[in-house]
């Protein structure tokens, strides 16, 4: 197995790569690099060469190399190999998107622009796992600048970018979206939500389209609050919540009513 994945990994790993990799190599031997040297056979001079380096090391001695360490070492080795690919797939991407984002600016017509901006949409479905918490807030912002262009352009292109988020993220990010959605000045919109939070506008969405419909069968965007004779408030809405010592409590229109007339309790609407 250890030949097989040096084989399959030395081109793909370059000389400070394999410099490092040695150097994990030589401490784990006992701090000897003649001894490691000697364990991927290879000759103890060309070990010493690696200082001054004027060309790229052998294929050859980067299987020899790769063999060793991952005979030896195997976690700690494909631990380093995984870390250093994903960083350079990452910024490979990176490369990509942006380059198609860049040409999407010199397209002449239509057709042009959809093939380019189909490329990108691809790419982050395809890619998504390294675009993960690393790349996120980059490539969304290329979104947006992408759909506002083709807005501008009267192109029709709504993308449907992948955002992958761990229980953690979404355990923050939920509450978050309720709360500036019930709580800051309204009304709203979802794209300022997307841009306070720094929350993809996806998710914004949905969330808010499953408060509006769980919360707000019928709506009435427009619609005032009606006082009654009594001085309070009642909601135009099925559902509202009230608040009497401090303590809040989801409730709906029919309980409201309940408490008319009831000087202790303030009742508000949720309005979108």
């Known amino acids: 197995m250890a030949s097989?994945?040096?084989e399959k990994y030395a081109s793909l790993v370059n000389a400070e790569m394999i410099m490092t990799l040695f150097e994990k190599l030589t401490k784990y031997l006992g701090d000897s690099r003649a001894k490691?040297?000697?364990e991927c056979g290879i000759t103890r001079k060309a070990i010493y060469d690696w200082d001054n380096l004027k060309e790229e090391i052998k294929l050859s001695t980067k299987?020899?190399?790769l063999d060793?360490?991952?005979e030896q070492m195997p976690v700690e080795t494909l631990d380093y190999l995984s870390k250093q690919m994903h960083d350079y797939s990452s910024d490979a991407i990176m490369s990509y998107l942006s380059t198609i984002y860049e040409k999407t600016f010199d397209t002449k017509t239509e057709s042009e622009f959809?093939?380019?901006t189909n490329r990108f949409e691809d790419a982050t479905k395809r890619y998504a796992g390294l675009i993960y918490k690393k790349l996120d807030y980059e490539v969304d912002d290329m979104a947006k600048q992408l759909v506002s262009l083709a807005k501008s352009n009267s192109i029709l292109?709504?993308?449907t970018l992948i955002h992958l988020y761990d229980s953690e993220d979404l355990k923050k990010i939920i509450p978050q979206i309720i709360n500036a959605w019930i709580y800051y000045g309204l009304p709203?919109?979802?794209?300022?939500?997307?841009?306070?939070?720094k929350v993809p506008l996806e998710v914004v969405n949905v969330v808010g389209q499953t408060l509006n419909k769980e919360f707000f069968p019928i709506t009435h965007p427009k619609q005032s609050l009606e006082k009654t004779s009594s001085g309070i408030t009642k909601l135009p809405f099925e559902v509202g919540y009230y608040i009497t010592n401090k303590t809040k409590t989801m409730m709906s229109n029919a309980a409201t009513r309940?408490?008319?007339?009831?000087?202790s309790t303030e009742v508000t609407a949720l309005t979108q």
């Not at 709203?188 to 939070?197: C, Y």
């Open 4 to 6: 097989y994945l040096a």
């Open 36 to 38: 490691a040297a000697d």
């Open 63 to 65: 299987e020899k190399v």
């Open 68 to 70: 060793q360490l991952l």
């Open 114 to 116: 959809l093939q380019l």
């Open 157 to 159: 292109w709504k993308p």
């Open 188 to 197: 709203q919109t979802p794209e300022e939500l997307s841009l306070r939070l």
């Open 258 to 263: 309940h408490y008319e007339g009831s000087s």
